[in-house]
Structure formats: structure tokens, C-alpha cells
């Protein structure tokens, strides 16, 4: 008898759901966990209601208010601190019998940290959500992606999607990544070398010594920003560090069914010698701490280089892409970015919001002041967050050196909450996008570790985390 | 879904590469609601910051203004999944759009909007561009062939999958095509319920 051909992650999670194959390239996929959140949520339920279609599986639906509503710690007694679409969301939740973690939940926060907390992200299954960075929940070894609102509206009906199926990359990353330097750093400097439309088409398997040596919540980091890179599928295998994050959560298999589960998770990694469509190395151990100098986050260098010429870009369409992205970011060619003046630091998003990440940021902090004329805020991902930092004595650091702490939400990352930079002043931010506009008009963003926007804060402008001292 | 079959119109040359859905519909036009997200489309390259419209803008310019073909450059509506950038694109009168490549989230929200995304070589792109630029001649794409015709005469041939290609020509959408199907998805969810317990929770298990 035949050996069976090896196959992918990819490979062996996406065929586990097809409900039908519809033609060579298409397939009908089963859904197993759909989230909705209040910016694509209410109008894709709007939607659903208006064609008199039900919610097919409400009890596989979680919906999580996060991009519009207030990060204020007045928000509580605030009708308004919901946000613009908070209340046409919960009338909705009702109507389908969705649960909704609301504002007044313990478990409320970015969908992308809660729900991974919550234990509705688990290996091996299919995650949707109307945002692209739902890749995110592929760092468990999930097959999560990012839906538009037509789709959300056929997830809600049918638990089922008409899906392309994408091409495969692995993504062998191998190397030990240095003191202050980190999954985000990791996945910047990927993009810069490789593009933004790298993953364009593909599904990304990240793999290698790095990756299985990356703490879980760095592969969430990665996974997250591998969009940012084209990716709409994005994931790490599980493995026994994942295990251990989930056993216990509240929506994790109980009882022998954790048992059956991991036996099952444990046969989804890619099979050795399994064929991907393309493959690339990347080497970790030289990389130093990255922060993005332009428009995309394809825009990065290393945090002590200086900024790039666009005389040296490698054609005509760059050249004028990273002329315009100086103007936009007023900032001159030649010049060391370590040093420039910075207004805003935002720690916070579904990129780096988790405990890990204000833990980093801590160690930066610790003992110091931010600098005067600096805006600092902490935004942690979720509720949990919050209080295992509380716990941790974490809040307590950001505070005394003069950092706002706020409410669990996506806050500046998409400013639409009352939380932006103002047009023309600097942040250096860790979330994801540094896109024309996406702060606030006219906002100027630097995407960085948050070790890199913590050195920010304290000092005023750019630094590198690896001149500021540590401490534990 | 509105049906596809065959477009003939001028094409607009914007080959900018990376332009991405927060640009093509900012968050703050998305909340004021769709005429506000179509005519404020691409905002921050259409419009200088006192609110005028920005003449050195290829979006702007008169010539091209009944295009309903855009050439696009690498990675065209990269980023969030808002599938208002879709409606804005079509709402500006572009049932096509052809690039190197798209971020494939706007991809797909294109073809649940009866807007054929195509993706063709950065070469062919160019080459289209070249000709938009030199003048404003009728362009035609051909979805039932799959082939773009440049008014010169060159002809570049497209990949779509035959379900895609089907649903635009017939004006099909993939929620009534599932629909169809749902004792399909029943049976599977059946079978799976077996093989993978863990993933069906009963309803109303925790109260928060």
C-alpha cells in the first residue's frame, strides 16, 4: 500500500469543511464560529432582516462592540459612550438571539483578544468576522479570515461561505529573536522585505525554529499583521504552548472532550514534505526593533536607520509612492528617524494589546516619566486584559509615569471613537496600519513594537528600546 | 445581482500602487452614508484639505469621467474588509476593475457587487494604461470570453473561476446559491457533530 501523500495545515483544515465542492476552484465552506462587531455587525444584520432571512446557528454567533464605542472611563454612565452604532447592534443581537458581550460584560474587548481568551478560537476551525485582521486567531491554529458585509450576511443565514480556495505560502522563519525585539518587528520587517502584496492570493503557513519557539500570543502578533502583507488566511500550528494557552477558557472544550479535541488538533500541522505552493526563509536572529517611516506598512526600516531616499527606490511607481509618503509624513530623506518628535503613543489594537504586549511595554516604563508635550494611553484589548495587568501591579506603572488607562476598544487604530491624532502631529502606534488618514486626517503614524512606543513615550520622539534600560 | 456580460467604455489610467480601502472610503464618510462615501471617494487624493477637488487627480479629470473600466496598480484595496469601497468604486460609475493584483478581501466583495476584478500581468496593465492615456477610446472586456480588448486591438485573456464567471453573466448571488443547499449543510453539520462534538455549542450554555 501507498504511503498517503502528505498534505498542509492548509490542506487538511480547509478540506474538513467543505460542504460541497462547486466547481475546480470553488467551494462550499462550512463556518464554525462567526463574529460580528458594531462597525460590520448592524448593517449586515440589517441586511439578513430586510431579505426575511433568519440567524441559522445564533449559538455559534458572538458579537463584540469594539471599533466605535468610547475608551473613556466615563463611558459606563455615558448614553453616548457606546458609540454610533451600538444601539442598532444590540437590537439586532436580540432580534437573532446572538450573545453579546456589551459594554457592561467582563469579557467586553477588541473581538480579535476576547474571543481568543473566551475560547471560541480553537485549532482547526473556521473563523469568520467582517474585519480583515481576523487572521489574528489563525496565531492558535485556527483558519480565520477577514469577510465583507455581503458574506456576513450569507454567514448569518447559512453558516456556510462560496469560497476561492487560496494558493499556499510557508513562511520558514528561523532564528531566535533578540532582547526587545518581537513578533511585531518580526511581521514589519517581512512585509518591508517582501511587499504588501506578498500573501496576495495565498493562505500563509508561518513556520520554523522561531515560530515554535514564539510565545502564542507573538503568533497572534504575526498572524494579525500578516494581512498587512496580503494575507487573508494567516496561521501557526498548534502546538502544546497552544494547548496550554486554551485548557480551562470559558468556550474551550470541558471534560473528555479537551482530551478528544487535542488529540485531533494534534494531527492538523502540515504533514513533512507536504507541497506548498511557494516558499520563502526568512532569518530572525539579526533583526533589530522596525518602525514604519511612510504610508504602508511595507514602509519600514530598523528603528536606529535613517530614513530611505526615494532616489534609491527600486522604480518610477515607488519612487513617487515614497516621495509622497515624506510629504505626508513630513519628514526628509537622509535622516536618522531615531530623534524625531513624537506627540501621541498609542499602545492598544488587536495587533498589540494582549498581556504580553503591555508586559513589554512595562519593562520600557518602569520608574520613568513620559516626556512633556507627549499624549500617552495604554488601551488594553479586552476587559481580562485590564485586570490580569491590575493584578500584575502593570496599571500601576503606566499611571505613575503619566499614561492615560484606558477602556478595552480599537480606540486610535480606526478613530472613529472620539480617539485620533490630530492632522499633521506624530504618533508612534502599536497597531497596524499606517495608511493616509487612518488615525485621523491628516495623522501621521509610526508602527512600532510596544517596546519601541514605549522608548517613544519617555523620551519624546523615536528611540530605540535597546538604549533604554529594562526593568523587571 | 446585476448581470455582466459585456462592457464597452473608456478606461481610467490610475496605476497607483497600495491604495487602500481606508482611502477609497476614509471611516468618517462611511458614517455619514453611502452618496457621502461615493462622492467623497478616494478623498485624501481627490481632494486638497480645504475640501477642493485636487485637478491633478487622474480621478478627477473631466475626460474620463463616463469611464466605467479602472487600471489599477499592485495591491488595489489592500487592507480593511469595509466593502463600502466596493460601493463607493461602483457608485463612481466602474463596473471593472483590472490590476496586477488586489487585496483579496475587496476581490471577493467586488464580484458579490457585479464589479469584475481582473487580474492581469503588470506588463499587460501597463500596456493598457499607455493606451488609456493616449487617448479615450472605447475599451471592451468580454466576461463571457474572459478577454479585455484594448481599443488598438490587443487582446489580453483572464482567469475566473467558472462559478464567478457564471454568476455575473446570469446576475446570480452566492446567498441564493447557498440556499439551495442547505440540507447540504445540515447533513454536514450531521456528520461533524459526531466527529467533532467540541465545535457545536448548545445554545444559551453561558450567561455573561
Known sequence: ?472 | MDRLVLLESTALPFPVDNVDTDVITPIRRILEGLPSMVEHAFEPLRFAADGSLNPACALNDPRWKDAGILLAGRNFGCGSSRETAVWAVRGMGFRCVIAPSFGDIFRSNCFKNGVVAIVLAAEQVTALVEEARAGTKRFRVDVERCEVTAPGGRTFAFELSPLRREALLEGLDDLALTLRRSAAIEHFEDVDRVRRPWVYLASGRVAD
Open chain 1, 1 to 472: 500500500m501507498n504511503a498517503p501523500k502528505p498534505r498542509t495545515m492548509f490542506d487538511k483544515v480547509w478540506n474538513d469543511h467543505v460542504v460541497e465542492r462547486l466547481d475546480e476552484s470553488t467551494d462550499l465552506v462550512h463556518i464554525d464560529r462567526h463574529l460580528l462587531h458594531d462597525l460590520s455587525g448592524p448593517f449586515s444584520m440589517k441586511s439578513l432582516d430586510e431579505q426575511d432571512l433568519a440567524c441559522l446557528r445564533p449559538e455559534l454567533t458572538f458579537a463584540f462592540p469594539d471599533h466605535g464605542v468610547s475608551t473613556s472611563p466615563e463611558r459606563y454612565g455615558d448614553a453616548a459612550g457606546g458609540g454610533p452604532l451600538l444601539d442598532l447592534f444590540r437590537h439586532y443581537c436580540t432580534k437573532f438571539g446572538v450573545h453579546l458581550f456589551d459594554l457592561d460584560s467582563e469579557e467586553q474587548g477588541i473581538v480579535h483578544v476576547s474571543a481568543p481568551e473566551l475560547g471560541l478560537a480553537l485549532p482547526g476551525l473556521t473563523i469568520v468576522c467582517g474585519d480583515s485582521h481576523t487572521s489574528t486567531q489563525g496565531g492558535l491554529g485556527a483558519l480565520a479570515w477577514g469577510i465583507g458585509n455581503t458574506e456576513v450576511t450569507q454567514v448569518l443565514a447559512t453558516q456556510a461561505l462560496v469560497l476561492d480556495r487560496p494558493r499556499t505560502l510557508r513562511v520558514w522563519i528561523d532564528g531566535a529573536l533578540a532582547a526587545a525585539v518581537t513578533a511585531k518587528d518580526l511581521a514589519l520587517a517581512l512585509i518591508a522585505r517582501d511587499g504588501a502584496d506578498a500573501g496576495s492570493g495565498y493562505a500563509v503557513e508561518f513556520a520554523g525554529s522561531c515560530i515554535e519557539t514564539l510565545p502564542v500570543e507573538g503568533r497572534m502578533t504575526l498572524c494579525n499583521l500578516a494581512l498587512e502583507m496580503g494575507a487573508r488566511f494567516a496561521f501557526t500550528a498548534a502546538d502544546e504552548a497552544t494547548f496550554a494557552w486554551l485548557q480551562g477558557r470559558r468556550y474551550a472544550p470541558g471534560g473528555d472532550d479537551w482530551a478528544r479535541a487535542v488529540s485531533n488538533w494534534r494531527t492538523l500541522a502540515s504533514d513533512a514534505g507536504a507541497a506548498f505552493d511557494r516558499e520563502v526563509a526568512f532569518d530572525a536572529a539579526a533583526l533589530a526593533p522596525q518602525i514604519t517611516w511612510g504610508t504602508s506598512p511595507a514602509h519600514t526600516v530598523a528603528v536606529d536607520a535613517r530614513i530611505p531616499d526615494p532616489a534609491s527606490a527600486p522604480d518610477a511607481e515607488a519612487r513617487q509612492s515614497w516621495t509622497d509618503a515624506l510629504a505626508y509624513m513630513g519628514l526628509r530623506a537622509g535622516e536618522p528617524l531615531d530623534g524625531v518628535a513624537v506627540q501621541h503613543v498609542f499602545i492598544g489594537s488587536c495587533t498589540n494589546s494582549r498581556l504580553s504586549d503591555l508586559v513589554e511595554a512595562a519593562r520600557v516604563v518602569r520608574g520613568r516619566k513620559v516626556a512633556a508635550g507627549v499624549r500617552a494611553w495604554v488601551v488594553a484589548g479586552s476587559r481580562r486584559v485590564q485586570r490580569e495587568a491590575a493584578a500584575l501591579g502593570i496599571d500601576r506603572v503606566f499611571r505613575d509615569a503619566g499614561f492615560d488607562w484606558r477602556e478595552p476598544g480599537c480606540s486610535m487604530c480606526i478613530a472613529m471613537n472620539g480617539d485620533a491624532v490630530p492632522s499633521g502631529e506624530r504618533a508612534v502606534s502599536t497597531s497596524n496600519r499606517n495608511f493616509v488618514g487612518r488615525q485621523g486626517p491628516g495623522a501621521r503614524t509610526h508602527l512600532a513594537s510596544p517596546a519601541t512606543a514605549a522608548a517613544a513615550a519617555i523620551s519624546g520622539c523615536v528611540r530605540d528600546p535597546r538604549t533604554v534600560a529594562s526593568r523587571e
